[in-house]
């Protein structure tokens, strides 16, 4: 069984940064894609970014594209999400997921094993 521990969120102000990490446990990591969703109060959760197995595949959602990366680490098992000029907007439980076909994908439903999340919150 596949554990995930997200870490690294907090209060910040708009215009700061925030690093999350997700580290896995339990299974190859290497062999899945990952993806960092979020779900902000009285929404939906949304994909935010993914990364393929090998990191060469890397994608994000228009709303965060040039603020955040994603990157990850396969020999530490933990995948990364830098998120630079944080907005109010990006206010959100951010959740990382695995995707057991080697890449990532923008729907929840294509994730096999999801965090417990951690809470970003960005002041104006």
């Known amino acids: 069984q596949v554990q995930l521990v997200e870490s690294g969120g907090g209060l910040v102000q708009a215009g700061g940064s925030l690093r999350l990490s997700c580290a896995a446990s339990?299974?190859?990591?290497?062999?899945?894609?990952t993806g960092w969703f979020r779900q902000a109060p009285g929404k939906e959760r949304e994909f935010v970014s993914g990364?393929?197995?090998?990191?060469?595949?890397?994608g994000y959602a228009d709303s965060v594209k040039g603020r955040f990366t994603i990157s990850r680490d396969n020999a530490k098992n933990t995948v990364f999400l830098q998120m630079n000029s944080l907005k109010p907007e990006d206010t959100a439980v951010y959740y990382c997921?695995?995707?057991?076909?080697?890449?990532?994908?923008?729907?929840?439903?294509?994730?096999?094993?999801w965090g417990q999340g951690t809470q970003v919150t960005v002041s104006s």
């Open positions: 339990g299974h190859t990591f290497s062999r899945y894609g």
């Open positions: 990364i393929s197995w090998s990191g060469g595949g890397r």
């Open positions: 997921a695995l995707d057991s076909s080697l890449h990532y994908g923008g729907r929840a439903e294509e994730y096999d094993y």
